[in-house]
């Protein structure tokens, strides 16, 4: 990574897969990515862990505006995890998250909070109720399913920094 940290700098826009990479533990250190401003990840939800690890991102991105994470295999995700305590330092910049994915199990709910906790200038957070296939968004025929992730996403308002908007993606 550390070869690419001169590009990265100069970046705007990043996207970055996740989805087939595995890391045990911890992510590596990422170098500062002190232009991005649009920030889009998709990842594999097989470790809580790393899901909540891509906070981490938010620390090295310090004018980061928007933030999209597509998020695959959370009806398979064991909530039996270590988590290691991140401190929650304000993102003075973040004003758009995305989030794909969600289904309204514990682990997405804190990650969204996590990530709200941090976000204190958010405009608007947007939940994206359908899951994703490998890089490709699926409607969701289990309508108990979306119903179940739709009220667990509208619970969200409540931690919503003010002025903030919910907004949740229908089918």
Same mark, same amino acid.
């Given at each position: 990574?550390s070869?690419f940290?001169?590009?990265?700098?100069?970046?705007?826009?990043f996207?970055?897969?996740?989805?087939?990479?595995?890391?045990?533990?911890s992510?590596?250190?990422?170098?500062?990515?002190?232009?991005?401003?649009?920030?889009?990840?998709?990842?594999y939800a097989? !470790?809580?862990?790393?899901?909540?690890?891509?906070?981490?991102?938010?620390m090295?991105?310090?004018l980061?505006q928007?933030?999209k994470?597509?998020?695959?295999g959370?009806?398979?995700?064991?909530?039996?995890c *270590?988590?290691?305590?991140?401190k929650?330092?304000?993102h003075?910049c973040?004003k758009?998250v995305?989030?794909?994915?969600f289904?309204g199990?514990?682990?997405?709910?804190e990650?969204? *909070?996590?990530?709200?906790?941090?976000?204190?200038?958010?405009?608007k957070?947007?939940? !994206?109720?359908?899951?994703y296939?490998w890089?490709?968004?699926?409607?969701?025929?289990?309508?108990?399913?979306?119903?179940?992730?739709r009220?667990?996403? *509208?619970?969200? !308002?409540m931690?919503?920094?003010?002025?903030?908007?919910?907004v949740?993606l229908?089918l």
């Amino acid at each position: 990574m550390s070869r690419f940290s001169g590009y990265l700098s100069r970046l705007e826009k990043f996207e970055l897969d996740l989805m087939s990479l595995k890391i045990l533990g911890s992510y590596p250190r990422f170098p500062k990515l002190t232009n991005v401003k649009h920030l889009e990840l998709a990842i594999y939800a097989y !470790d809580a862990y790393n899901l909540i690890c891509c906070t981490s991102f938010l620390m090295v991105s310090p004018l980061l505006q928007r933030l999209k994470l597509k998020i695959l295999g959370l009806e398979c995700l064991s909530l039996q995890c *270590k988590k290691k305590k991140q401190k929650a330092k304000p993102h003075r910049c973040l004003k758009v998250v995305e989030l794909g994915g969600f289904v309204g199990y514990a682990i997405d709910v804190e990650l969204a *909070k996590n990530i709200l906790k941090r976000a204190v200038s958010l405009e608007k957070l947007v939940i !994206d109720p359908c899951a994703y296939s490998w890089g490709e968004r699926e409607e969701r025929t289990d309508l108990e399913c979306v119903i179940a992730a739709r009220a667990c996403a *509208k619970q969200l !308002d409540m931690s919503l920094p003010p002025g903030a908007e919910l907004v949740i993606l229908s089918l």
